[in-house]
């Protein structure tokens, strides 16, 4: 399927235990970002990369780990998951190369930590 | 960063236009305005967005004040597709591409 995904859509996992979310995106668009939303506050950024091999932190990176080792992949991982993870995280793509600056959302991944 | 403010909730009826206005008067002069709305359970999606001039799209209008101040998001006629949270984003895309979001406007359509 075209566009970007995220895998699982749910989860629920065990405080102490790593996770790993899943972002795969068909266009080959350089930029991919995490997100997470919490009620109460607005999309927050967790990491984003600009290329392959090339990632950073945004606002909120501690406790959560990326990779990118292909351009269409950006797993986020939890390396030892806590209730404050508890969240929905959206994964999103962008192309500058299009000129307009439209990022792509995921359908988001439904994370619950006990 | 530039902030935002946006009301928290705004109501429309279907078929008629809804106007959802934007404060941002710490804008910079090099950020662009961009507008997400996000319907329930899903991510984020892309509206529009505009720099100086108004814009239009297939989904909506961008009107941009003269002073860059405020803008505002222009549904032409709602429909019950259109109840989402509508954000209202400066974007620099030399700030590498990030996108600080707010709370948006919660805008339920009435049949």
């Known amino acids: 399927d075209a566009g970007i995904t995220q895998s699982p859509r749910y989860k629920i996992t065990e405080t102490g235990r790593q996770v790993t979310l899943m972002c795969h995106q068909t266009?080959?668009?350089?930029?991919m970002f995490w997100y997470r939303q919490d009620l109460g506050h607005g999309l927050r950024l967790i990491y984003y990369?600009?290329?392959?091999?090339?990632?950073d932190k945004g606002e909120v990176p501690d406790g959560y780990v990326v990779s990118r080792s292909k351009t269409e992949n950006f797993p986020l991982t939890l390396e030892s998951a806590t209730r404050s993870q508890t969240s929905v995280y959206f994964c999103?793509?962008?192309?500058?190369?299009?000129?307009?600056?439209?990022?792509?959302f995921g359908p988001g991944t439904r994370l619950t930590v006990t | 960063d530039a902030k935002t403010t946006q009301p928290n909730s705004m109501e429309s009826n279907e078929e008629e236009p809804v106007h959802l206005p934007c404060n941002h008067s710490?804008?910079?002069?090099?950020?662009?305005i961009h507008w997400y709305r996000q319907l329930p359970s899903q991510g984020p999606e892309y509206v529009i967005h505009?720099?100086?001039?108004?814009v239009n799209n297939r989904m909506a209008s961008l009107a941009i004040a003269e002073d860059r101040k405020s803008s505002t998001l222009i549904l032409h006629r709602a429909t019950l597709r259109d109840a989402a949270v509508y954000y209202c984003?400066?974007?620099?895309?030399?700030?590498?591409?990030?996108?600080?979001w707010g709370l948006g406007t919660s805008l339920a359509v009435n049949p």
């Open positions: 999103a793509s962008e192309d500058p190369g299009l000129g307009s600056y439209e990022q792509y």
């Open positions: 266009w080959s668009h350089s930029y």
């Open positions: 990369s600009a290329a392959a091999d090339i990632t």
């Open positions: 710490t804008i910079s002069g090099t950020d662009y």
């Open positions: 505009g720099l100086t001039s108004n």
């Open positions: 984003i400066p974007y620099n895309a030399g700030n590498n591409r990030k996108l600080i």
